[in-house]
């Protein structure tokens, strides 16, 4: 059997089906946490429409366009957000786990993107991780609920709460629109970066995994790079992996829109141990240019 290129045509006509029903779920939660709050928020009109043209333009979503137009057309208010979200709801089976996840870490996306979490908001990120089980098996969705739960406390969200639970929901969605002005659709969740100090010994003898959508391409040109440093390249995340080196924009075909299967083993063996590292794209071909200087 070939070997399929990451990201490639061939790949993605394979897994265009989970891929299809991933983007949907995920826009689907998005426009839930952007209609959370009861109302459309001064600050997410420019995320909502980032995300709608980053959409469209990389995945080709209808309702998405509809909003453009609508927001051209000074149509665009609430009602337009959630009738659009209740309609895409009926096409989403409750019973699937994978889809579950992406409409949750979609709809915290849409709740987060403003870098403000309201009152309502924060009850509604509560009341969907308790009611669904599954969640709080996800790496970081326990500290969200935490938060949430401390924050609710007093009936009252502060600046200093409200930041902790965009930093809790950071943490396994990425940056948001508040971070950087631009759509985080393809972004990676935040981790912490190991940093390297000598590429040329750092990384002798040292079991080496990939995992998302690099700039070097083909991927085993990056790989045979590494191996040049004396790595052993793997591919798959075990107990015996030394660093997981993240690419710079998620996978087409991870399961999740901003974490793959690869990035979620990793943070689990780091909650017992203190391997694999994290390592980003941009520290490692940094590296290696200034090796070869």
């Known amino acids: 059997m070939s070997k399929f290129e990451h990201d490639g045509i061939e790949l993605g006509q394979i897994h265009k089906k989970n891929n299809d029903k991933k983007f949907y779920c995920h826009f689907t939660g998005f426009l839930e946490g952007i209609a959370a709050s009861g109302y459309l928020e001064a600050g997410e009109e420019n995320p909502l429409l980032a995300e709608c043209k980053e959409f469209v333009r990389r995945v080709s979503d209808n309702d998405a366009e509809d909003i453009i137009q609508d927001f051209d057309a ?64 996800l790496v970081g ?12 406390e007093d009936g009252i969200i502060s600046d200093a709460e409200s930041l902790e639970i965009c930093n809790a929901i950071g943490e396994i969605v990425g940056d948001n629109y ?13 981790y912490q970066e190991t940093q390297i100090g000598d590429i040329l010994t750092d990384l002798q003898g040292k079991t080496i995994v990939l995992t998302g959508s690099f700039h070097t391409k083909p991927r085993s040109k990056l790989e045979q790079e590494l191996a040049g440093f ?15 080196i993240v690419g710079g924009e998620a996978s087409r075909d991870w399961i999740e829109m901003n974490r793959g299967t690869k990035i979620r083993k990793a943070q689990e063996l780091r909650l017992k141990s203190k391997k694999p590292d994290l390592v980003s794209e941009g520290q490692l071909r940094t590296l290696i240019a200034k090796s070869t200087l």
């Open 141 to 152: 969705v326990r500290q969200i609920l935490v938060t949430c739960l401390d924050a609710l």
């Open 230 to 244: 004396g790595a052993k390249m793997a591919t798959s995340v075990s107990g015996t992996t030394d660093i997981l």
């Open 178 to 190: 508040g971070d950087t002005g631009l759509a985080q659709t393809f972004g990676t969740v935040n």
């Open 74 to 137: 000074d149509l665009l208010d609430h009602s337009v957000i959630s009738d659009a979200a209740d309609f895409r709801l009926k096409e989403i089976d409750s019973n699937c786990v994978n889809s579950s996840t992406n409409r949750f870490l979609g709809f915290c996306r849409g709740v987060v993107c403003d870098g403000v979490i309201t009152l309502a908001e924060a009850e509604l990120i509560k009341a969907r991780i308790e009611n669904d089980p599954n969640l709080e098996t």
